[in-house]
């Protein structure tokens, strides 16, 4: 290689002189510069180059600094390689920390995954070890079988030795097979299961699959672990026990009952042939004999016992204390039975009536001149609350029967007269409106004989009294009247004990949930009592009496509203105190359940033979559905009652569903699904079911008299009864000859003998007083003209239509349909 091809000529400042320059190659690279001079030679770094080595800076010493660089460019080349390296530094610092991180999750990973399979193995083996023990048990019970089923041969030592010297095998199939599995299964759902190794509440209390074990199951453990320590086993005491047994039972409520383990009740039953778990019901025979095997006393129970708590206890004479009686006002419609309570309560009740008419039962406690506190019961008269008086009559102590002067006896007060009768209590005759002018109280007292009631005037023990609400006369005479009959009665009661009362009327209202007009029987009712009521229960929450006062509490012979109940009551149901809610609450479920089983067998047909002649009646009778909700549970009831009647054996109207309160949106959907009306006895529909109905076309009716609400119904009722056909005869014609004629067939030459024949009219043809056909005229000519009609005693041409059997001497009978509307009485 020539000088010219390594070196090259750098012009220098300063006047210096031309040297050489060598270049150095590294694979293509050029490394550094090198510059030979006369005075020194230097080396020129090539720029991102390392520095040199020794500590000293190029630019600190001049003389090592490469020739045509400022200070500044070599402070700024210096600066950016300091840059570049603490860059370099800090990637490979953070290279070095995500790889030793990446290293600690794969590490971490494999340990979790090891320690999965590692439980896997150990599961799997404890299970095939458990498998194989039962095998070998069982292989050893059936040789033991057959042991004693058979004698053993002669020949059975020598195979034994010979099957004892052959030399075992040096593994199983079974263990092969195993150890293969376990080897393919390494490595497998290690990302699937990250989890797997997180600590949880379960494996942290020491519960296996996530199952915490028992509190029983600790007592256990620590009791085996005292007797290790003691050095020996301590046959604990049996405890025995009485143990409650119902008509049915759960195999896992039994055990706890005996305080056993249920895998022994388990094994007990397996044992006897009944191949239960610990979810299934048994009868109370075989628990019973569980309960005797297991060295327990039996006690049976049924489910009704659960209302012993509330059975009545007898009160001592000593603790019964005087009570205001209860007096119920009954009688015929409009007799003036609410006008003369009011005049004794000198209240205004009838103007909050709607039509003047009592709706609703109403309890009011009234407190005369003379000091004397009754309580009053206001029924109503109409027909339809019969079942409403029936239960005022059941809670009463003495009937007021109110009775018009102008009226006499009417139907309702007949029923009124039955009511009292049957419930036992004494009676007294109100004979109202003395002050009209057709008044004649006479009367009144003689159609009572016609019922068995005479009256104290007429020789009887029945006290009566002329009595006008309006100008107040009696009234006094009255109160004296019913004064007298308390005092004869000698009523008590003991204050002291839990209440017990009966449901005048339930309703449900708006702002304060159900409530309940409560009458208090016995005892005394306070607040924050609990109390279970026919199918509900609850906790007295307010108490408010027939002022609308709050009160603390109700003595006997009290009328309050009730609030707290869970859900509306029956009028009617018996109130009563229990001591805990757990009480109520069991009491009502059972209740409900028992009134549930009884609608139900009621409705059943018990052979096949009643289910078809069941569904043969339901296919003959059209029924006429309705919904109806009113605003409290004595007018429900007694509406339904109503309805019950209304029809015959062709109509009849079916109460789909009825309840007290506002109509809502579920019964708009029930009254649309079953094409029915909704009919609304002093109450509303809200503004959701307002515009439900609209939308889907259901007709709501709202009714504040009863009289109306019943009317609409039959009317309705009555427009599904088919019509009625009624024949009636307008005539007779003789056959006197019979002609042929061309394109029309037979006619008959005829003799209108009675009435008359009507073309449009139908006719039976007779026959030795036989009918023989019955149909349409096809013709009526008198001479040669179609006529409609002709007169008795004319001849005329009659064809039959479709018919031409005719004879000379045939009678002709003539009769006229007509279609006749029904109504239900």
Known sequence: MSDNDGKKTLGLRGGARPGNVKQSFSHGRTKNVV????????????????????????????????????????????????????????????????????????????????????????AE??????????????????EAAKRAAVAPAPEAPKAARSSASKPAPAATPRKQDREREQRGNRGKGRD???RSGKLTLGQATGGEGNRQRSMAAMKRKQERARQKAMGGT??????????????????????????????????????????????????ADTAELIIEEFGHKVTRVSDSDVEDVIKEAEDSEDDLQPRPPVITIMGHVDHGKTSLLDAIRD?????????????????????????????????PGHAAFTSMRSRGAQVTDIVVLVVAADDAVMPQTIEAINHAKAAGVPMIVAINKVDKPDANPDKVRTDLLQHEVIVEKMSGEVQDVEVSAITGQGLDELLEAIALQSEILELKANPDRAAQGAVIEAQLDVGRGPVATVLVQNGTLRQGDIFV?????????????????????????????????????????????????AQAREIAAYREQAAKDKRAAAGAATTLEQLMQKAKEDENVTELPILMKADVQGSAEAIVQAMEKIGNDEVRVRVLHSGVGAITE??????????????????????????????????IRYYSVIYDLVDDVKAAASGLLSAEIREKFIGYAEIREVFKVTGVGKVAGCLVTEGVARRSAGVRLLRDNVVIHEGTLKTLKRFKDEVAEVQSGQECGMAFENYDDIRAGDVIEIFEREEVTRTLD
């Open 35 to 122: 510059v030979e001079t006369k005075r020194k030679r230097v080396v020129v770094p090539k720029p991102g180059a390392s520095k040199p080595s020794g500590g000293a800076t190029p630019s600190g010493d001049p003389s090592r600094r490469p020739a045509g660089i400022s200070d500044a460019e070599m402070a700024r080349r210096m600066k950016a390689l300091q840059a570049a390296k603490a860059r370099e530094t800090e990637e490979a610092a953070q290279r070095e920390a995500q790889e030793k991180a990446r290293e600690e999750e794969r590490a971490r990973r494999r340990a979790e995954q090891e320690a999965k399979e590692r439980e896997q193995r150990e």
């Open 125 to 142: 083996e404890r299970a095939r070890a458990k498998a194989e023990e039962e095998e070998r048990q069982r292989k050893e019970a059936e």
């Open 192 to 194: 699937d299961n990250r």
């Open 234 to 283: 301590v046959e604990r005491e049996k405890v025995i026990r009485d143990v409650q047994l119902p008509e049915a039972i759960m195999v896992s409520e039994l055990a706890n009952r005996m305080a056993e383990r249920v895998a022994d009740v388990v094994k007990s039953l397996m044992q006897m042939g009944m191949m239960v778990t610990q979810n299934q019901t048994i009868d």
């Open 347 to 379: 209240a205004r009740v009838v103007a909050g009536e709607a039509g003047g008419i009592t709706q609703h039962i109403g309890a009011y406690q009234v407190k005369t001149d003379g000091g004397t506190t009754l309580s009053f019961l206001d029924t």
């Open 533 to 581: 009521v026919g199918e509900q229960y609850g906790k007295v929450r307010a108490l408010i009496n027939d002022k609308g006062e709050r009160v603390k509490e109700a003595g006997p012979s009290v009328p309050v509203e009730v609030l707290g109940l869970n859900g509306t009551p029956e009028a009617g149901d018996v109130l009563n105190v229990t001591e805990t809610e």
């Open 666 to 699: 579920t019964d708009v959907g029930l009254a649309e699904a079953s094409g029915a009306p909704i009919l609304g006895f002093n109450v509303r529909a809200n503004a959701s079911a307002r515009n439900t109905a609209n939308q889907k076309g259901v007709e």
